[in-house]
């Protein structure tokens, strides 16, 4: 199941980030998806323009399996993500770098206010 594939499962949880911008729609997420077992499915809502590539990335950073976008009658912006065992938490308040959160590579991207940007090497700070 990935963005080539329509045939997403149903969710077990929706989240409703219409309106919120990326980080608040990743707290938002964060927050909904506290305790779900491993496996469940979760649609996301998200009206943010930059959902597309915020979405797939938490999930990298994160360890949950991303499906990609869902097709619906309404034409709504909605993504699906399955939860997986052993992901790694993200902590209130942590940053979202690789070393804040022990998180892999992706190539240069970073979480900071404000959005996604580019850095050109991992430092702390």
């Not at 790694?88 to 308040?93: E, Q």
């Amino acid at each position: 199941m990935n963005a080539t594939n329509h045939e997403t499962p149903d969710p077990d949880i929706t989240v409703d980030g219409t309106g919120l911008l990326c980080v608040t729609l990743l707290l938002r997420l964060r927050k909904d998806i506290d305790g779900a077992e491993p496996g469940t499915v979760v649609h996301v809502v998200a009206t943010d323009p930059a959902a597309p590539l915020d979405l797939p990335a938490w999930c990298h950073m994160t360890g949950h399996h991303y499906l990609g976008p869902v097709p619906n009658s309404a034409d709504v912006p909605l993504y699906a993500l399955r939860i997986a065992a052993g992901a790694r938490p993200v902590r209130a308040g942590a940053r979202m770098t690789r070393e804040a959160e022990g998180s892999p590579h992706l190539g240069g991207l970073a979480v900071r206010s404000g959005g996604w940007s580019r850095r050109s090497a991992w430092r702390s700070g």
